[in-house]
């Protein structure tokens, strides 16, 4: 009987930090309304970049205000590092004010233009043809390009809806895609619907104003261009 009984100290310690709960990696769309200069892209990519933040997509647009472009963030990590996140844009000079849409409702669209190819012994290119057009029109996507070989396809919608069509058209042999990358924005009134919260920075502040105040509940009024 000369077999160990129980856990040393150095069992129980690596026993408890590996049943420690791992962070939670949640999907946050963040709108960002920035100044319309010439370099704000390269600060904010910069910014993730050197704290090491993974952008899953990025894209920057024009307004309805020419002094304003709005970018539309998507990143995903636990509550920690958006609120990392969140600190680190407020002290850029061009932003604005940023939204974050995690638990509200909003509509986000992602454009994707693809060449698929035509050609191969099985099936044949006609009928590879006519399936991938039957393929588009169920999921409402628009051809918008023949050639002998090929055809491009349009498709919009939320990025899981556009994963799926890749995965679907990818067997006939995908030549080549291009995303343009999520834009998103708020169903209706935010504020007093229901309960459905934002977290917004405030606009910029002066030196010396404290980073640390929460932020606060944003007004729809507030938010950035619609």
Known sequence: MGGRLGFSRLDAYHWSVLSEPSPTVIRHVIAALVTNEPGVLAQVAGMFAARGFNIDS????RTENPDLSRMTIVVNGDDAVLEQLRKQLQKLVPVVKVVDYLDSAFVE????????STVGDQPAAGSKRSELVELANLFRAKVVDVGGDRLMIEISGAEDKVEAFIDLIEPYGILELARTGVIAMPR????GSGGTSVTALRPRRKAGSDDDDPAPTVDPKDLPPS
């Open 58 to 61: 990025l894209v920057v647009g």
């Open 188 to 191: 209706g009134r935010l504020a």
């Open 109 to 116: 669209r992602d454009l994707m233009l693809v060449q698929v």
